[in-house]
């Protein structure tokens, strides 16, 4: 076939006459997704192999019928798994063919923070690495995530201005500088409006340095100023500057997080000693000294109950323990399965000695005013939540304990400013946890992201695609099939981290980066399942994938003759 019919936009159908059609070749893909995202015709897929599993003794886990084979194989995989659209496996592969500037290039492109979410993210891609689910663990895609960023010297060069429009964003967290980092890189002048001294939101204020080191967030903000997005600090937003800005810009965009701690206003709750996690953790990450009340300043020692079980609440029981407590225990409503921090980091805690009591509620804080002397808990004997997230749970008022605490520190979620609740207008958007889209670091980088994407819409009355919705998985021919007994040779390196017994007395990043030798042993596990395909009937022949693969060698265009024939 030597046309392809093309309907563009909401415009009638025209003939393309082509010369030529691109073959994607499989063995040296490294399914980037490059291709398949700047294709204007939408002719490149994914195809993923089939992962054979019907020998019980080929894996460590359970067999599989065919049925089952086939149907996992299109079911997930790591260049799904990503909330933001990242290919882990393509810049795995880039890694084990030493591209790692064009790897790191790879990721930013997609992600404003790579360093950052090397350290803290909570990694679905893992979750649904097909080396983890089928054959034995999971590709360390976060480590070598963080390689990339310990072995670059990656500077970003400043977008170019490509249209008058200007856009405001509120907020310089997670969401805000993703969001502006996409706007940015499309094309138009942003800047981003941050009451605090310094740009991050949460991962300066939340978020402990044995996580996340400062300078990373640092270098990850110089980055995104050097690419052009301009960072206003100490401006405070109140409803007469917003309104100025709104008649300023454009389009503006509330990113301004959750930053206000849920109270637990139980009885004894006003008594000295109790606080919030992100009071708390704002001035521990400040380095100053622990307050309930302006001019009353306590050292903080003793014994410390912290009241939550989700990721703040175990960051915020393992930072007392560095700041002096003698003991710390955390309570929850939730249990086993249900708590809702992730494994690893109740396992990091535990291993700290952090002690966690499941199934309780907090029923009052006891003491004798104004000091708080103990938290008392009663058993938590069903639980549940609904599709809101809204708890219920019944409790048996005759099994209580009391627990001794100096401090009683409680982390049951955050809200946001109410001030944005009313705010209104045509180019007015939400993005982060304000727009309750959001639970972790990268899901409000993702809602930063998708909010960009309305704005860009918007403002140019696009009808492009979002590429994260028309990516499809399909099943590679059998011939691609993948064995995994033959791959079982290599075993996934150790991630570095610091012993327990020493971490516990300083704010030292706990968890460290692969060296040389770990990063090519780890990528080189990588089973790559998925490959791009092109579709010949939709194949216009423009050669955008052949220019723009980071590989160089993977896309040929084969010549079409007259009457069809290559």
């Not at 175990?314 to 399965?337: H, P, Q, S, W, Y």
Request: with cysteine; aromatic share 6%; hydrophobic share 35%.
């Amino acid at each position: 076939m030597d046309s392809v019919k093309v309907l563009p936009g909401k415009g009638k159908e025209i003939t393309v006459e082509r010369t030529a059609v691109a073959h994607i070749n499989p063995k040296n893909c490294v399914n980037c997704g490059t291709c398949r995202e700047l294709c204007p015709m939408e002719a490149i897929s994914e195809s993923q192999r089939v992962i054979c599993r019907i020998c019980p003794e080929c894996t460590e886990q359970d067999a599989m019928t065919f049925d089952e084979m086939y149907e996992f194989t299109t079911k997930a995989a790591c260049t799904t798994g990503c909330p933001l659209g990242i290919s882990p496996q393509g810049y795995i592969n880039l890694t084990r063919t030493g591209k790692l500037e064009e790897a790191y290039k790879l990721v930013w492109d997609k992600n404003p923070l790579p360093s950052v979410c090397a350290r803290i993210c909570h990694h679905p891609c893992e979750q649904v690495c097909k080396r983890g689910v089928l054959v034995d663990e999971p590709i360390a895609i976060r480590s070598i995530k963080r390689y990339l960023g310990e072995k670059t010297t990656f500077r970003a060069e400043k977008y170019p201005r490509l249209y008058e429009e200007r856009i405001a964003v509120i907020g310089a967290g997670p969401a805000g500088l993703t969001a502006g980092q996409y706007l940015s890189r499309a094309g138009y002048e942003v800047t981003v409006f941050e009451s605090a001294t310094e740009a991050g939101g949460m991962l300066k204020r939340g978020i402990p340095e044995f996580r996340l080191d400062r300078s990373v967030v640092d270098e990850e903000v110089t980055n995104l100023e050097n690419a052009g997005l301009a960072i206003r600090l100490n401006e405070r937003i109140n409803k007469h500057s917003l309104e100025k800005i709104q008649k300023e810009y454009d389009a503006v965009i509330v990113a301004a997080g959750a930053p206000n701690s849920k109270e637990l206003k139980i009885e004894g709750w006003r008594l000295s000693g109790v606080m919030t996690a992100m009071d708390f953790m704002e001035q521990v990450n400040h380095r100053q000294e622990i307050r309930r009340h302006p001019g009353q300043i306590f050292n903080l020692g003793g014994e410390v109950v912290v009241i939550g079980g989700g990721s703040v609440a175990i960051d915020t029981a393992r930072a007392a323990l560095r700041m002096g407590a003698t003991k710390v225990t955390a309570v929850c409503l939730e249990c086993d399965e249900e708590v809702p921090c992730h494994p690893w980091e109740l396992k990091e805690a535990e291993d700290e000695g952090i002690t966690l009591i499941q199934s309780h509620s907090p029923t009052r804080f006891v003491g004798t005013y104004p000091k708080l002397e103990g938290v008392e808990v009663c058993k938590v004997t069903s639980f549940s939540k609904d599709g809101k997230g809204k708890i219920s749970c019944e409790l048996d008022e005759n099994d209580t304990m009391t627990i001794k605490a100096d401090w009683a520190i409680v982390a049951i979620g955050q809200a946001p400013d109410t001030m944005w609740s009313s705010l209104k207008g045509d180019r007015v958007y939400f993005a982060g946890d304000i727009s309750k889209s959001a639970c972790s670091v990268i899901d409000a980088m993702a809602s930063g992201r998708k909010v960009a994407l309305n704005v860009d819409t918007d403002l140019r009355g696009r009808t492009l695609k979002d590429p994260m919705d028309t990516h499809e998985l399909h099943s590679a021919p059998l011939s691609e099939k993948i064995y995994p007994y033959n791959r079982r040779k290599s075993i996934r390196p150790e991630i570095p981290m610091l012993a327990a017994e020493s971490r516990i007395h300083s704010f030292d990043e706990v968890e460290g980066g692969f060296d040389d030798e770990a990063a090519q042993m780890e990528v080189l596990r990588c089973l790559r399942c998925g490959y791009q395909v092109v579709d010949e009937e939709r194949c216009i022949g423009c050669g955008i994938c052949q220019r723009e693969c980071p590989e160089g060698d993977v896309i040929t265009m084969e010549p079409v003759a007259k009457g069809g024939e290559k």
